[in-house]
C-alpha cells in the first residue's frame, strides 16, 4: 500500500497499532469536555472525537474530503468561539507550528480544551526518524516536535497542561508479527521508560487572565466629595459621622490594570 500521505500511513499494519494506542486515550478524555462546538485539524478520514458528546462537531483540512476546507493557521471562525480542538501529529508535519497554535489559541474559547497527539523525537521511533533508512518517507519524514518545545509554546500562549500521557514502547517494526515480539515492552514502558514513548498525548487549557480597572484619582476625588455631601445629608443638619467620612476618603489609587 502506497504511504503518500500521513493518513495512508495510518492504514498501514503499524500505522494502526499507533492508531488503536491513541484511539483509547481519546476515547478515555474527551467524553467529559463539553461545549458548542468542536475541531479536529488534520487527519478527516478518522474520527478520533467520536466519543465527545458535543454535537457541533467539525473535521479541518486543505484535503480528503474534510468537514471544512481551511489551513490550520488559516482557520475560518471566529474569534473566541470553540471549546475543544485536537491536534493529531499537525505540528509535525506543518511549516511553522508555532503558528497553528497562535490561530488555536486565537479561536478557542477561555477555559477551552486542547488536546496535542505528536511523535515522540526521544523514542525509538524518532530514532528511525532520524538515522532509518525510511526517514525519507512518511511519517519519518516529519519534523517531530519535542514535548518540552509543545510545552514552551503552550506556556507562552497562556495554556496550562493539564494531563497527558506517553504510549507505543514497542519498536516501530512495519511487520506486525515481529513487533509481537516485543509486546513486553508495553508493559513495562510506562514504569521503567515512560519517557521513551513513541507518542505523547497532551491536554491543555487555555486561560485568560481576568483584568480590573481601577479609576483614575481625580475622579475619585470627585466621588470622595460626593459621598462626604452625601453621609452629611443622611445625618441631617448635623456634621457626618467619623465612620463615613474616613470610609468615603479612602485613596483607590491611581488608573492601573490588575490581573
Known amino acids: 500500500m502506497a504511504t503518500n500521505t500521513l493518513q495512508d500511513w495510518f492504514e498501514t499494519p503499524l500505522g494502526q497499532y499507533l492508531l488503536e494506542k491513541e484511539r483509547a486515550y481519546l476515547d478515555d478524555v474527551t467524553p467529559d469536555i463539553f461545549g458548542f462546538h468542536a475541531l479536529q485539524l488534520g487527519l478527516p478520514r478518522f474520527d478520533l472525537l467520536r466519543?465527545?458528546?458535543?454535537?457541533h462537531r467539525m473535521r479541518?483540512?486543505?484535503?480528503?474530503?474534510?468537514?471544512v476546507y481551511a489551513k490550520c493557521d488559516e482557520l475560518p471562525f471566529a474569534t473566541q468561539s470553540i471549546d475543544l480542538v485536537l491536534l493529531p501529529h499537525v505540528l509535525e508535519f506543518a511549516e511553522q507550528p508555532h503558528a497553528v497554535l497562535r490561530e488555536v489559541d486565537?479561536?478557542?474559547?477561555?477555559e477551552g480544551r486542547l488536546v496535542i497527539l505528536g511523535f515522540n523525537p526521544w523514542s525509538l521511533w524518532?530514532?528511525?526518524?532520524?538515522?532509518?533508512?525510511?526517514?525519507?518517507?512518511?511519517?519519518?519524514n516529519g519534523h517531530f516536535v519535542s514535548l518540552l518545545r509543545v510545552k514552551d509554546w503552550?506556556?507562552?500562549?497562556?495554556?496550562?497542561?493539564?494531563?497527558?500521557?506517553?504510549?507505543?514502547y514497542a519498536p516501530p517494526f512495519d511487520n506486525e508479527r515481529v513487533r509481537r515480539r516485543f509486546r513486553f515492552m508495553e508493559l513495562a514502558g510506562d514504569r521503567w521508560w515512560a519517557?521513551?514513548?513513541?507518542?505523547?498525548?497532551?491536554?491543555?487549557?487555555?486561560?485568560?487572565?481576568?483584568?480590573?480597572?481601577?479609576?483614575p484619582a481625580w475622579q475619585e476625588k470627585g466621588a470622595r466629595e460626593k459621598a462626604v455631601v452625601a453621609a452629611a445629608k443622611r445625618?441631617?443638619?448635623?456634621?457626618?459621622?467619623?465612620?463615613?467620612?474616613?470610609?468615603?476618603?479612602?485613596?483607590?489609587?491611581?488608573?492601573?490594570?490588575v490581573k
Open 106 to 110: 486565537r479561536v478557542m474559547m477561555p
Open 235 to 257: 445625618q441631617g443638619a448635623g456634621p457626618a459621622r467619623a465612620d463615613d467620612v474616613i470610609a468615603a476618603s479612602k485613596p483607590a489609587g491611581h488608573l492601573r490594570i
Open 126 to 140: 524518532g530514532l528511525r526518524s532520524s538515522v532509518g533508512l525510511s526517514r525519507n518517507e512518511v511519517p519519518w
Open 195 to 215: 519517557v521513551g514513548g513513541a507518542v505523547y498525548m497532551l491536554q491543555a487549557i487555555k486561560r485568560v487572565r481576568g483584568m480590573r480597572l481601577i479609576t
Open 60 to 67: 479541518v483540512a486543505s484535503s480528503d474530503h474534510p468537514d
Open 154 to 168: 503552550l506556556a507562552l500562549l497562556g495554556f496550562d497542561v493539564s494531563a497527558g500521557r506517553l504510549a507505543c
Open 51 to 55: 466519543d465527545n458528546r458535543i454535537a
